[in-house]
């Protein structure tokens, strides 16, 4: 899985960019959904996106369906929702990262006891300029690893661009999309069937070749951790490799293929570097004890 955090101000692209990419899920989820209807008299229906963050509705979530996606174009609901309470919020974010990790476990409430089983998290949340500050300087949020797990993209303005339509796109560009949609549903409709009959998760090898790639940037981030570095022990930084191989692996995924080479590696890593630059320079407007030129400067060659 992947999580992601953006930041927009208002007018920019956060729903309607979301809805376009996202339409390849939300017709399987459909299809699914009606198929179940009419096949059984108690269907297993897809839940499979909600903005509700608190551990209660997403673990009623996970009992109808094996796939849970937190999505919010409004991120403040996010900081601010009612698990997010400051004799609650440690607790929220250990569920949740317990569950982006696959580890299901028991949530016990007032109304009662559920078990979460072998689940499948993603989160996807946008913010406003102020409160996406707000989320990347929390201490808590940083010092229990959680946001370091997303990938962070702020977007610069594109106001009076706010509708997309395809219609007076290229028709190169119309095949792509619809490629995209068809490719990410299909990988929706695996991890559910998967999940009903009891299989493992897929597994991705890498070539030796890959792997030495892989090991050779994990020592180019660790050399510049120290204090004396430009990255100085950055959180993120130390979670960025797990970035280059999940992005390698979609790669490979979408390829129908089942081992990651070093041409998968390579635009994989240079993601991941162009997520970590981005994150350096957020951190850098909220800690005064980091060189953002020098980090920035390293990690862009």
Known sequence: TLAQAGSAISGD??????????KGIRRAAAEMNDAAKKNSDEPKLIVWSTGDTTVEGAASAFATSPVLTINSTDGASFLYSHSMKDDQKAQTIATLTQWWDAIGGTVI??????????????????????FFNRFVSDDLFSKQGFAARFLYHPSKSKQGTRFISLQDDITSAQEVISKFHEKTGLFFRDAVHGFEAGDDRILIERTPEAESLLTDYYNEVESLLGEDQPLRGDPYAQRIIEH???LASLFVGFDERSSVTPEDIQPAIQLSKHYLAVWHGIR????????EAEAKELLTK
Request: glycine content about 2%; overall charge positive; proline content about 5%.
């Open 13 to 22: 692209r956060k729903s309607s960019v979301d809805n376009t990419v996202l």
């Open 109 to 130: 409430r007032v109304k009662g006891i559920k078990d979460v089983n072998d689940p499948r998290l993603d989160i996807c949340l946008m913010f406003q300029p102020e």
């Open 244 to 246: 280059a191989v999940r």
């Open 284 to 291: 850098c407007r909220t800690a005064t004890n980091v060189v």
